[in-house]
């Protein structure tokens, strides 16, 4: 997908969304998978991470509503990322199966490791 499809599609109004538009603008890594997946396993597969994140003292960035949304749509999901240039926010994007509409949108920063150059 193009970086301006890939915008065009991220015309949500709440915080989540528009810091994805801002990233993905201000020149991001970013990518959208190929194949959808069933939404069930998403959303089973990110409840649990959302879990693991509180455990941890981290509160994702519409993480909760990301997984509510996709478990409503009740159909196959294409997944995409926009990781920002500095690497200290990552963006996880849902998308209808044929990649044409939004589903979700959730963020969270990234670990200060993954900023650590390399030895």
């Known amino acids: 997908m193009e970086r301006h499809e890939l915008g065009s599609l991220l015309a949500g109004d709440d915080e989540a969304w528009v810091l994805a538009l801002a990233t993905l603008r201000s020149g991001a890594i970013y990518w959208v998978g190929d194949r959808a997946q069933p939404a069930g396993q998403h959303a089973g597969v990110f409840k649990g991470r959302l879990q693991r994140m509180r455990k ?11 997984v509510q949304l996709v478990r409503e749509h009740g159909q196959p999901v294409r997944t995409g990322l926009i990781d920002a240039d500095d690497r200290t926010w990552t963006t996880l994007l849902f998308l209808t199966e044929d990649g044409s509409a939004p589903v979700a949108c959730a963020g969270w920063p990234l670990p200060l490791v993954a900023m650590k150059p390399p030895l």
Do not use: S
Request: charged letters at 25%; glycine letters at 18%.
């Open 56 to 66: 941890h003292g981290l509160e994702p960035l519409g993480l909760e509503r990301a």
